[in-house]
Structure formats: structure tokens, C-alpha cells
């Protein structure tokens, strides 16, 4: 994987995690934003740079995310990000 570290001011503000494809083309993405920093547009910012290091440090082409329906901030995140839906997953509680 590859991992970022997000910083503000010279304070941890989150992180930016990329799980690699075994052939190294692909990852898929995790952030994490500490709750002080939310809504402080540090999200956004942080996956933008973290793209930029990717895209220099990898032969990565394409990003995966994974964003639950319920969580409204991720899904702004990603689409703001220029993500697009990939598909779609069914859950059934019985």
C-alpha cells in the first residue's frame, strides 16, 4: 500500500491510503479526515495532493473507491473528485 499523511499547520489532519492491485496499475482508496479538521475542505485537498504523489511515485491508472450510500460527505468527496460509479453493490439485512 501506499500512504500519505495529511498535515495542517504542521498538525496530523488525516490520511490518504492506497491498497495496490498485485500488478501495481490499480488501487483503491482510503481517507480519513480527524473529526477537528471536518468540513474545513481538508479532505478534498488531501486526495488531491495524494493523487499528484501517486500519479509520480506509481504506474497506478485508475482509482477505486468504495463509499457507503449513507455516507453524504464521502459521496460529495469523490464526486468533486471526478469519480465516477463503477457499479453498483446490493446488501439485504434478514
Not at 498535515?7 to 496499475?25: F, I, K, N, W
Not at 449513507?70 to 459521496?75: G, P, V, W
Request: with cysteine; glycine share 4%.
Amino acid at each position: 500500500c501506499v500512504f500519505y499523511m495529511g498535515m495542517m499547520d504542521a498538525v496530523p489532519c488525516g490520511s490518504v491510503r492506497y491498497q495496490l492491485t498485485e500488478d501495481l496499475t490499480e488501487a483503491e482508496v482510503s481517507i480519513s479526515v480527524a473529526p477537528e479538521f471536518w468540513g474545513k475542505g481538508v479532505a478534498s485537498a488531501m486526495m488531491a495532493q495524494a493523487e499528484i504523489e501517486l500519479k509520480k511515485e506509481t504506474k497506478v491508472n485508475v482509482i477505486h473507491a468504495v463509499v457507503l450510500n449513507e455516507n453524504e460527505a464521502s459521496m460529495r468527496l469523490f464526486n468533486k473528485a471526478n469519480f465516477k460509479p463503477a457499479l453498483t453493490k446490493f446488501k439485504k439485512h434478514i
